[in-house]
């Protein structure tokens, strides 16, 4: 008699970084036998890929682990499993606070998970594995991909720098770069695939290359990627302003699949909050970068992470920081009330702002923010547009009448649907601009093109994009050879 197979769902908090673990997890999981749940059932296992980042990250995760331990109790075999950053930080706490917890795994060993699923099932015990190093770059791991049309690459893993109010170093390690030849072969597998867009992902991407001693290495990969034949768009997230070169500004501007959109953290504009942060930069040299990168690009969007109440900030740092604000001209900004994180060398400085002076702080800084974002989105009335269609993006197009999807600079844009056309996710359509908000734009007049894409083939007959573990390569530039190991699909 067949066994039927167990069933799993992936829960994942935080950034890009996590949610694509979360995929590399899904991918682990499926290549082991397991089969995503269906939506009206319980899954046999339940995997929380964790975030440490924000002050409430324990109490969401503990608050959901005692919200699970119901259902737990009531299916027999169900097993609960906590990867990532929060993992790695709390390890062997987790279980001693949530003990029907099964699985703990932490940021450096991802492709334990099944094993340890299975040997906690045979010991009916709870099984705890937290490495203090990677073993194996995550990318080596088969990954089940979220979209059809749009998938992330990481370039990196870790980071070398030591900002006093971040815990990322310490959970995920020195930075490990990977071989370009291996992130052109996954860019490449993936444009196989159909994906038209692809986001470069590391925690720091323009340091890129300092493992193998090619400062410039993050602009040669971003002119190869150009090379990729069927992709479309190129992004990346998230630059360090102290690694960003010219020669990276000038990749952007002359490679024609790298969109024009930028995501660079300025964290605070006043220049004693930046020292007591350990972000080696100043304001003046943030905006020097911002004024070469509209230079060479005037149509470039540009975003940010902003922190407010950093312990000492005064009021001074912080009209400084409105002050870098209104030159930046943000499209869209991260915006952070400074939250303490234990182990951070910022949770025990003097001078922590008050939690009624940082709300104020905060509220004027989205005021300024939205006022310069609507105003940029206004200027863009009457203009075309091309919107790579999208899945969820506008939770009231059912009501409108309208679909969502990115324009290459990044922006949400809400259009009208042509209903004698089938648009698919993963479709391309031009249209134009009618209306702007702070937060995103509205195209409500007729289509100007709709281009069908292989992208939305895959989406309207329900295929899931999968990627194999790709090996890492040699230490060069330029087009994958044949031989690279494609993407599978079904």
Avoid at 344 to 364: C, F, S
Avoid at 421 to 435: A, I, K
Wanted: hydrophobic letters at 40%; a negative charge; aromatic letters at 6%.
């Amino acid at each position: 008699m067949t066994e039927t197979p167990r069933s799993f769902k992936v829960i994942t908090y935080g950034c890009q970084m996590n949610a694509h673990d979360s995929e590399r997890i899904s991918g682990l999981l499926e290549d082991a036998g397991y089969v995503p749940v269906p939506a009206d059932a319980e899954p046999d296992v339940v995997v929380f890929n964790t975030c440490a980042v924000r002050e409430n990250a324990d109490n969401r995760l503990y608050g959901n682990l005692g919200h699970l331990r119901p259902t737990k109790l009531a299916q027999p075999g169900m097993q609960i499993a906590v990867g990532g950053c929060l993992a790695q930080k709390d390890r062997g706490d987790i279980v001693k606070k949530a003990p029907w917890v099964d699985v703990v795994f932490g940021t450096h060993n991802i492709g334990s998970l099944p094993v340890l699923l299975e040997r906690a099932r045979h010991n009916a015990a709870a099984e705890v594995e937290i490495l203090e190093s990677l073993e194996v770059f995550p990318s080596t791991l088969p990954t089940r991909r979220e979209s059809t049309y749009a998938g992330w690459v990481s370039i990196s893993v870790g980071c070398n720098n030591t900002c006093t109010f971040c815990i990322v170093p310490a959970l995920r390690g020195k930075e490990k770069d990977r071989r370009p030849g291996d992130i052109l072969a996954e860019v490449s597998a993936l444009a196989a695939e159909g994906v038209l867009e692809v986001t470069l992902l590391g925690q720091n991407v323009n340091s890129y290359g300092v493992e193998f001693g090619d400062r410039l290495a993050f602009g040669k990969l971003l002119r190869a990627c150009g090379d990729v034949e069927g992709l479309e768009r190129v992004r990346f997230t998230s630059p360090h302003p102290k690694d960003f070169t010219d020669d990276v500004i000038a990749a952007m501007a002359e490679t024609p699949n790298v969109c024009h959109s930028l995501h660079m953290p300025l964290q605070s504009g006043s220049d004693d909050v930046l020292k007591a942060m350990r972000r080696s930069y100043r304001a003046e040299r943030y905006l020097g970068i911002i004024a070469k990168v509209r230079a060479a690009m005037p149509d470039a969007a540009i975003t940010t992470d902003i922190i407010v109440g950093f312990p000492g900030e005064t009021d001074a740092d912080f009209e400084r920081t409105l002050d870098v604000v209104r030159e930046a001209r943000y499209s869209s900004a991260f915006t952070f009330q400074y939250s303490k994180r234990p182990g951070t060398p910022a949770a025990t400085m003097d001078l922590q702002v008050p939690k009624a002076v940082v709300q104020e702080r905060y509220d004027r800084l989205i005021a300024t923010l939205e006022e310069i974002s609507w105003d940029e989105n206004k200027k863009l009335v009457g203009t075309p547009v091309e919107v790579l269609v999208a899945v969820g993006e506008g939770r009231k197009d059912s009501a409108t009448g309208r679909m969502s999807g990115r324009a290459r600079d990044g922006r949400l844009v809400h259009f009208a649907a042509d209903p004698s056309l089938t648009l698919r996710p993963g479709d391309v359509v031009h249209t134009t601009v009618t209306y702007a908000a702070p937060h995103h734009l509205n195209a409500d007049g007729p289509l100007l093109s709709h281009r069908r894409t292989r992208a939305g083939d895959a989406w309207e007959a329900g295929r899931v994009t999968r990627t194999p573990g790709v090996s890492l390569g040699m230490p060069t530039i330029g087009t994958p050879p044949p031989s690279a190991t494609p993407a599978r699909s079904c």
